[in-house]
């Protein structure tokens, strides 16, 4: 009999959850010889997302909490989670229904194929603003460019991965998380399952656009080092165009003077290359403050609870459920 594992990053999700419950389960419980269990690692919710799950856990003990310190991020979360799953295959899936709990039994008759990672491929994403589509597009297509190998386009979190290719992500010890760019790093063989993604359904997304662009900031620096190609490219460029304007305006006086000082263009000059220099400064910051974060070596994620079936070590609104299961 194979085991499964529903891996399911919780922040602020509180209306969503039973629905999410009651589609998954339905689901994983269609599998023919498959044990399944659903783990939520919580990211420090602050509204009622672990009363509702520790509410669930005590009538389904095959539903687990791992429940963090803090808000770490959903890179973390996904950290914390894999770290603490011991399945033949994971599927990694939102709790806000944008990607269907009925594409499971699809994704597991790949990986019986073969497959090491089944990862879905939107074809649409309905509730999503256009601005939001567009750059999300032009940041995977930008990736596919520069990275030093393929991230799939289109591709989100959603995917099943088997037991090799979750050990070989524990390997991986970096603090600054791209794991969109670390499921393809790992290789091994992997295959797209496409589908049309849902909009929300319920809440609020929990990414603006600030956090979208630090997002895109990591997986850029982390899987690339070509803004640091283009400074040294750019900056040989204006130095060579430096020279050859130097040489034009030394060879201009000498032959027919200059009686206009030139305090218009010369600033200009300045100007435009000190904002050139001033920006790619920036991106060595970026390069830098990364591997400041690296040298740390702080853990990626603290555990508060780790809450198993029946087991509420600590959880008061889980036990309150178990007393009204009794009555």
Not at 63 to 89: I, W, Y
Not at 98 to 107: A, F
Request: glycine share 8%; aromatic share 12%.
């Amino acid at each position: 009999m194979d085991s499964l594992t529903v891996l399911v990053p919780v922040y602020n999700e509180e209306a969503v959850i039973d629905e999410f419950y009651r589609r998954t389960v339905a689901v994983c419980e269609s599998l023919d010889r498959t044990q399944f269990e659903i783990l939520f690692v919580d990211d420090g919710s602050s509204d009622g997302s672990c009363d509702i799950i520790s509410g669930l856990i005590a009538k389904d003990p095959r539903l687990s909490l791992l429940r963090l310190s803090r808000n770490f991020g959903k890179e973390a979360a996904l950290t914390a989670g894999l770290d603490h799953v011991d399945a033949d295959a994971i599927v990694i899936i939102d709790a806000d229904l944008q990607d269907p709990p009925e594409l499971i039994p699809d994704m597991l008759t790949l990986w019986k194929k073969g497959y090491d990672t089944v990862y879905g491929q939107r074809t649409e994403r309905h509730g999503e603003s256009f601005v939001k589509k567009l750059t999300a597009s032009a940041f995977y297509r930008l990736m596919a460019h520069v990275g030093r190998f393929s991230i799939p386009r289109d591709t989100g979190d959603f995917r099943l991965l088997s037991r090799r290719a979750v050990n070989a992500l524990r390997c991986l010890p970096e603090s600054n998380r791209f794991m969109k760019g670390l499921f393809s790093w790992i290789g091994y063989p992997q295959i797209a399952l496409k589908y049309s993604r849902d909009p929300r359904h319920a809440g609020e997304t929990k990414f603006n656009y600030w956090k979208l662009w630090n997002f895109a900031l990591d997986g850029i620096t982390s899987f690339t080092t070509i803004p640091l190609k283009l400074a040294s490219y750019i900056g040989v460029f204006l130095a060579f165009g430096s020279f050859l304007y130097g040489a034009y305006v030394i060879v201009k006086t000498l032959i027919w003077g200059d009686p206009v000082p030139g305090y218009p263009s010369l600033m200009t000059v300045i100007l435009f290359i000190g904002g050139i220099q001033l920006m790619f400064l920036g991106v060595l910051g970026e390069y830098l403050g990364r591997m400041f974060d690296e040298t740390k070596r702080r853990p990626l994620y603290l555990i508060q609870e780790h809450v198993r079936g029946s087991d509420f070590r600590g959880s008061v609104s889980a036990a309150e459920y178990a007393r009204e299961d009794v009555k």
